[in-house]
Structures are given as structure tokens and as C-alpha cells.
């Protein structure tokens, strides 16, 4: 944790980014029901600005020497946040089962898997079910899948909507294949 002047300090530019994360949440949700033609676009820019700054904070954080306990707390938390949000928002936009059933999986390994970090944590084992780098490239699959869902009408004859669904899909099955390996990780545990 970084010190200033005999203290800590939290307000770091990593935690001041992933707090402007959680903030652009209600942004988000209020661009995304305003009546005009360039709302879609524009919660595609907020998403995109949320998705850019997760991966500035976390470089930041390990370039400058800025890592902290909330803003390991925070990040996780802040994606997560993000993306429930949009997905719950597309769900009514795009209203079928092809777009429910990936936004179910997602969201539902994001709490399964935050469980068993909690749980590990609590064990001492927490490294035994550290984000992975099938972790970082299904969020960055994710994080464009979404930004193309927002930025576009949910008409299928779209190629971006295509795509989008496409790289949704893919995130789908990383985040099912992250899952595993976390579970994996931790059954030892769990079976005891």
C-alpha cells in the first residue's frame, strides 16, 4: 500500500479510475433509456471508457507502485458491476432467449466464482484462485462483445450485431472454461 507523508493513502489514480467506473454505472443506465438516436452510441463510449480504464488502473496500479487492498477489492467489483448492469439492460433491449442465456451465464459465473474467491479467502487460499489470464482475455471478449451490442440496434441482419453476438458467445464459453479452472483449483477444498 502506498504511504504519503506517514499515512496511507487509497485515493490513488488506479482506485480514483476503478471509482469513476462505479460511477459511470447510473451514467450508463440513464444514457441508455434517453429518446434520442445517439444514446446507443453514447453507452457504447461510456462502456468502452469503463472497459478502457480496467485495464489503465491495473497497469497504473503495477507501473507506479500504487496497489492497495481497495483497490484490489474494488476492480473486481467494479467489472463486475459494469457488466451486469449493461447485460441486464441488453436483455430487454435484444428480449430473447439467444441474447437471456449467455447474460444468465455470465452473470451467474460472476457470482459463483466471486463465492469461492470469498470462501478461499477465508481458507488462507485465496492465490489458489487468482484471476487467470483465460480470465483477462474472456473480460476483454466480453467488454467488446457488449460496447458492439450497446452501440447497435438489436437488428440481426447487422454484421457488428453478428460479430457481437459471435465474440458474446465466445466470451460465454471463456467464462464457463474460467469457471472450471477455478472450481478446479479449489476442489480439494471443496470435497473435504
Known amino acids: 500500500m502506498q504511504q504519503v507523508a506517514g499515512k496511507h493513502t487509497f485515493l490513488t489514480i488506479p482506485n480514483m479510475l476503478t471509482l469513476l467506473r462505479i460511477a459511470l454505472i447510473p451514467v450508463l443506465v440513464v444514457v441508455f433509456y434517453l429518446p434520442y438516436k445517439w444514446s446507443a452510441m453514447a453507452g457504447a463510449v ?32 467494479a467489472d463486475k458491476l459494469m457488466v451486469a448492469a449493461a447485460l441486464v439492460l441488453l436483455v430487454e433491449l435484444h428480449a430473447s432467449a439467444l441474447f437471456a442465456i449467455p447474460a444468465i451465464v455470465i452473470i451467474s459465473r460472476e457470482i459463483t466464482v466471486s463465492a469461492l474467491r470469498e470462501w478461499m479467502a477465508e481458507l488462507g487460499k485465496r492465490a489458489s484462485v487468482a484471476v487467470s489470464y ?29 460479430l457481437a453476438y459471435a465474440l458474446l458467445y465466445a466470451a460465454t464459453a471463456l467464462t464457463l472454461w474460467s469457471m472450471v479452472v477455478y472450481l478446479k483449483a479449489a476442489w480439494p477444498d471443496l470435497k473435504e
Open 46 to 77: 461510456i462502456f468502452a471508457i469503463a472497459g478502457i480504464t480496467d485495464w489503465v488502473d491495473g497497469y497504473l496500479a503495477r507501473k507506479m507502485g500504487q496497489s492497495t487492498k481497495l483497490g484490489a477489492f474494488l476492480d473486481p467489483v
Open 134 to 162: 483465460i480470465g483477462k482475455v474472456k473480460t476483454t471478449v466480453q467488454m467488446v462483445a457488449i460496447t458492439g451490442l450497446l452501440a447497435n440496434e438489436p437488428d440481426m441482419e447487422n454484421w457488428v450485431v453478428w
